[in-house]
């Protein structure tokens, strides 16, 4: 016997006869679980699309409060000029009890400032010199207790320092950079939609979108997909350096429905890659942060182990905002291009390289 | 769409959950997997083009078969399917297919281990070549052939044992 002639036995045997049981379900129940995945696959949606909403609302109005002069970038003497120290110096200024007070303790600040910016000493002076002339105080007085300022010894100098230790922390908290931060977030990237082109001795996997190919061969015959919207979960690790270039790399998964029309149905897709790259933060203050950054990631679909692994490169620009002492939260637009492999393999990302996504997410600071 | 979804149901439900049955040792998953081809039939029916009620069964068959493919790649029951070499005898005469009523035999298909069964249902009911069998599943094609070729023993040692 033949392997033909036993294949068609059995194959005739078990699809021909008519003793085969009745679903055991009723039309009806078919229908009703229809319905909720048409629900289910609305409420997806626009969760998603509420999701990425609140998040930028929410990025908006974490930034506003904080849009105010606190570049770490600005030049020195402006800086010093600006800081928390001028501004409590002008809020006692308006209390008329310690506005004496202040005319004499106008050289403090000004000797702590003089030994570090030349432009603050100005700028402080200049406040002092105010405060004298409003006051209309005697400049003999002034002089006089100017002369006995100058007789305080160095180790005094020091203690008023130490009346300033809010300030000094302040400062210091300002700089943020040269630190190692984990982020966790989630991609909603665009859906696609289009046609695959087969050669015409190839066989195609409609469910992973996959398709074996001889390249040689004429590529008349097509199918439609659509690729539903790709969502992505990951985790990475940054180390940002002084001069603002980070280092940043992660692994994330990706999942999608992807539909191939005409003969078939479609499937969940899982995909899992490690990415890493180089960016640097062009804007940064204490609470608030952008960037952009290259990175390169290697996909690999895991719910269909036999698909290549699909390499990519990715154009990311982003912003953060400080949520807490170490939590940022993150917003990152990115663009993503898929390379096409050199093997037959042909592949719905192939169809439509470029892929636009938006991450969002936390980052914590070590 | 729906109305011709459920036609295709009354019509063709008993041989449609039967294509599920070969996969499966389990009614219950059978019908569970029976039911997710019809809810996939359901999300993709705008992408369906035919006419005619035959091209409508052959595309539910179509899906109901991959329904259950994916149903085993989630487990990933196949990915241990070494290329090791056949050792059981391969029946070359009639094994007496036609003297068992098809329930059992469906029965006995679906109780093969899972790589045999799904390689044996593709080559003999989805007329694929261990070729595309191979790419479909992962496996290499003589591991397919191997696989085919056991199923087919294996099914003729269980015809034996009902007749005995």
Sequence with gaps: MNVNEWKNKLKDKVENGDSLPAPGMSWDSLEAGMASIERRRVVWKWTGVATAIAAAIAGIALVLPWAGPQSIETAPGIAEADS???????????????????????????????HTNPAAVVAEDNVSNDIVHDENID??????????????????????NALWPELEQEESIKVKRGRLSFGLGS??????DGDLHFGEHSYYDPIAGVCFTDPSTPSTPKRSYKLDFPVSFGVSAKYTFNNGL?????????????????????????????SAGVGVNFYQNANFS??????????????HYYTPILPSANLSAGVQFRLGSISWLFAEPQLKYTFKSENSTTIVSFDKPFQFSVNLGLRFEL | ???????????????????CRRYTPNMQTAEDMFQDGFMSAFKAAQSFKGTSEAELYTWLRTIMVNTC?????????????????????????????ERIDQQTLIEMISTLPVSERTVLNLFVFEDLSHKEIAQKLGITEKASINKMYRAKAMLAEKIRNYER
């Design chain 1, 246 to 274: 980070f280092l940043i790399g992660g692994i994330s998964a990706t999942t999608c429905h992807c539909v191939i029309f005409d003969e078939f149905n479609g499937g969940q897709l899982w995909y899992l890659g490690p």
């Design chain 1, 187 to 192: 991609g909603f990237a665009t859906a696609s």
């Design chain 2, 1 to 19: 769409m729906k109305q011709r979804l459920k036609e295709a149901y009354e019509e063709h439900g008993a041989q449609l959950l039967a294509v």
């Design chain 2, 69 to 97: 493919l994916m149903r085993i790649r989630k487990k990933d029951i196949l990915k241990d399917a070494a290329d090791v070499a056949f050792q059981a005898e391969v029946p070359d005469d009639d094994v007496g297919y």
């Design chain 1, 139 to 160: 400049e003999e007085d002034v002089k006089a207790e100017q002369t006995e300022e100058t007789h305080r010894t160095e180790s005094e100098v020091y203690n008023e």
């Design chain 1, 290 to 303: 952008a960037y952009t950054a290259a990175t390169g990631q290697l996909d690999w679909c895991v719910s």
């Design chain 1, 84 to 114: 928390p120290k001028t501004e409590i110096i002008e809020i006692v200024k308006d209390i008329p009890a310690a506005s004496n007070l202040l005319a004499v303790a106008d050289i403090r600040p000004t000797k702590r400032a003089s």
